[in-house]
């Protein structure tokens, strides 16, 4: 048996990803820009303060995960860690989000790193829970279409935010920034108690067990891992890149102007949101693996096209940002739910439930990802760029790094995909053998039911698809 969630009960998982996404984005976008121009700290205190307090947030994820693994209450192992989050975060972003002029390095420091710490529980117990609403090899990618629906939805509210409020209440660019810490603060709350009140969260096994760096580390060692790890970092870090670089690329060698370019951004993050269904309906089809290749190929293909669209031309950049962001949702959806499936290979291997300290591999690799992205300017600038003065060189050196650089990024995550072990065959006989452990050792406790789940029957094993 396993269980098929209702689509009010994903959509209702989903929600917390919303307030969590308009958090994460501002963090890497905006909040940087306000504390140097708004607030009046130097680039080299913004800076250091961001990039250091994200290398601590980093190191933080493998105990949290290690500690959710050994978590047990009534609500269950993740749903708790939900919980306590909520606040932490709230009130470091509210506190980040609302700093006036004149604030010190201290505050800022401060304050990030509450938020972070907050944002780290929330972001991995939500989606290491996701890992465990289903045992079926393709319910996992439904479980994740609707959670990177929920991350999409949440980049693309605080995205309109800004220019919304300047376009019909004429308010400056600060009282935009603002904005987002209150919808981030009002949502929260709403969201995280929705969606543990409505999704439950099966029990988690009984016996606790070791759960510290040793393991973390022992994990990596896991073949499957290393494969998925690299493609989900490359996956990260080559639209990482090219983000960090869309305006210089599509301002200079493009020449379109900043609000064309916000357009542009608008467009492909929409493109993104509409395509999220479209993966796990190409997994149940070819394997989650092999999807995910396809992804990649598409990705690289439509990187290395926007080099040859025409100058200024507005329509065909719309398309070209409509296709680059179709392969956007591809990775967070089908990585977290091949994720899942390594879970159950590890459980079956070492006899123990590292749900949580997979997670946490994860996202780590996903914040690693973002921190190497911002290499891209110092690169550039090595490689001869100016933002000031436009030079045939540097528009090269530009050219390179957002188009080809990406592409050859995905061209490599093909290859990794399509020697990937864990496809649906093998996934079904792991499970198979889990079930047989589990009626040996007298069956884990079960969770108990709810009018959101419907019993589904698990075919027996056949030929991948």
Same mark, same amino acid.
């Given at each position: 048996m396993?269980? #098929? ?12 990803? !919303? ?12 909040? $940087? ?5 708004? %607030? ?21 994820? &493998?105990? +949290? ?30 506190? +980040? ?23 780290s529980?929330?972001v991995?117990?939500?989606t290491?829970?996701?890992? *465990? ?5 393709? =319910?996992?990618?439904? %479980? ?16 309109c935010?800004? &220019?919304? +409020? ?23 709350? %709403? ?6 009140? *409505? ?8 016996? #606790? ?21 690299? @493609? ?27 609000? =064309? ?15 999220? &269904? ?6 149940k089809? !070819? ?14 293909i ?34 977290? @739910? ?5 879970g159950?290979?590890? #459980? ?32 550039? =600038?090595?490689?001869?760029?100016? $933002? ?16 080809? *650089? $990406?592409?050859?990024?995905?061209? *490599?995550?093909?290859? %990794? ?8 065959? #093998? ?25 959101n789940?419907?019993? =589904?029957?698990? &075919? ?6």
């Open positions: 396993t269980q #098929r969630r209702s689509s009010w009960a994903l959509a209702a998982f989903a929600s917390p990803n !919303i307030p969590i996404a308009a958090l994460g984005l501002p963090l890497v976008v905006y909040l $940087p820009e306000f504390y140097v121009s708004t %607030i009046g700290l130097s680039l080299a205190a913004v800076g250091a303060a961001f990039l250091f307090v994200r290398l601590i947030d980093i190191s933080l994820d &493998p105990f +949290l995960g290690g500690i959710m693994d050994r978590t047990r209450t009534k609500l269950g192992r993740f749903r708790p860690w939900l919980l306590a989050g909520m606040p932490v975060v709230g009130i470091g972003a509210l506190a +980040l989000f609302m700093g006036q002029p004149g604030a010190s390095a201290f505050y800022l420091w401060g304050w990030l790193l509450l938020t972070y710490a907050g944002y529980m929330v991995l117990s939500h290491a829970w996701g890992g *465990v609403l289903s045992s079926d090899y393709q =319910q996992r990618s439904r %479980i994740y279409g609707w959670w990177q629906a929920g991350n999409m939805v949440g980049m693309i509210l605080v995205l935010l800004p &220019p919304l +409020l300047v376009g019909v209440f004429k308010t400056g660019h600060a009282e935009g920034v603002r904005a987002m810490g209150w919808f981030i603060v009002a949502l929260l709350p %709403i969201t995280i108690l929705m969606a543990v009140r *409505v999704v439950g969260e099966p029990a988690a096994p009984v016996v #606790r067990h070791a759960a510290g760096i040793k393991q973390y580390l022992a994990l990596l060692g896991r073949p499957s891992v290393r494969m998925l790890l690299l @493609a989900d970092l490359l996956m990260g870090l080559a639209p990482g890149i090219a983000g960090a670089l869309f305006l210089f690329f599509f301002e200079r060698v493009k020449h379109f102007d900043k609000t =064309q370019s916000g357009v542009l951004l608008l467009i492909y993050f929409l493109a993104g949101l509409l395509s999220a &269904p479209l993966w796990p309906l190409l997994a089809r !070819i394997g989650k693996h092999r999807a995910l290749s396809v992804a990649a190929v598409i990705y690289a439509v990187q290395v096209a926007t080099v040859f669209t025409p100058v200024g031309n507005s329509g065909i950049g719309m398309l070209v940002l409509i296709l680059a962001g179709i392969p956007y949702t591809a990775a967070p959806v089908l990585v977290r @739910a091949m994720m899942a499936d390594i159950d290979e590890e #459980r079956l291997t070492s006899g123990v439930d590292r749900t949580g300290l997979l997670y946490a591999i994860l996202t780590g690799t996903v914040k690693l990802g973002y921190a190497l992205a911002i290499g891209a300017f110092p690169v550039l =600038q090595w490689m001869g760029f100016d $933002p000031k003065v436009p030079t045939v060189s540097g528009d090269n050196a530009l050219i390179a790094m957002y188009a080809v *650089v $990406p592409a050859t990024m995905g061209l *490599v995550v093909a290859a %990794i995909m399509l020697r990937y072990p864990l496809d649906a065959t #093998r996934v079904a006989e792991i499970q198979r053998q889990l079930a047989a452990m589990d009626a040996a050792q007298g069956g884990a406790p079960a969770a108990e039911p709810e009018a789940v419907l019993p =589904q029957q698990v &075919p027996a094993p056949g030929p991948a698809e």
